[in-house]
Nanobody, 125 residues
Framework: QVQLQESGPGLVKSSQTLSLTCTVSGGSITSKNYYWSWIRQPPGKGLEWIGYIDYSGSTYYSPFFKSRTSISRDTSKNQFTLQLSSVTPEDTAVYYC?????????????????WGQGTQVTVSS
């Protein structure tokens, strides 16, 4: 059974870069069968898909986040990382890493079959 675990600072100052890591166990991020995504949920709002990295290391981002987002990976550690730059208090959210089968549409959060527990990130002004 694959497990995903987010880690990173819970508090970030405005204008800084938010950096989170997802550690995957029980499955490989180089598997051709899955996308590996970052998704967030701001307080009182729905889920927002940020972007994914696939088995080859290719990335695809939501246009809303594209200009300030980077997703990378370390295959030796079976981890992938989110960097979100120039954060503001509006980036305060619970951030999740998650996995979706490649036969699904990666931007549709309901199609993700494995999720991390989520990590709260608060951006201070």
């Amino acid at each position: 059974q694959v497990q995903l675990q987010e880690s990173g600072p819970g508090l970030v100052k405005s204008s800084q870069t938010l950096s989170l890591t997802c550690t995957v166990s029980g499955g490989s991020i180089t598997s051709k069968n899955y996308y590996w995504s970052w998704i967030r949920q701001p307080p009182g709002k729905g889920l927002e898909w940020i972007g994914y990295i696939d088995y080859s290391g290719s990335t695809y981002y939501s246009p809303f986040f594209k200009s300030r987002t980077s997703i990378s990976r370390d295959t030796s550690k079976n981890q992938f990382t989110l960097q979100l730059s120039s954060v503001t208090p509006e980036d305060t959210a619970v951030y999740y890493c998650a996995r979706a089968p490649v036969v699904t549409i990666a931007t549709i959060t309901e199609q993700y079959d494995q999720w991390g527990q989520g990590t709260q990130v608060t951006v201070s002004s």
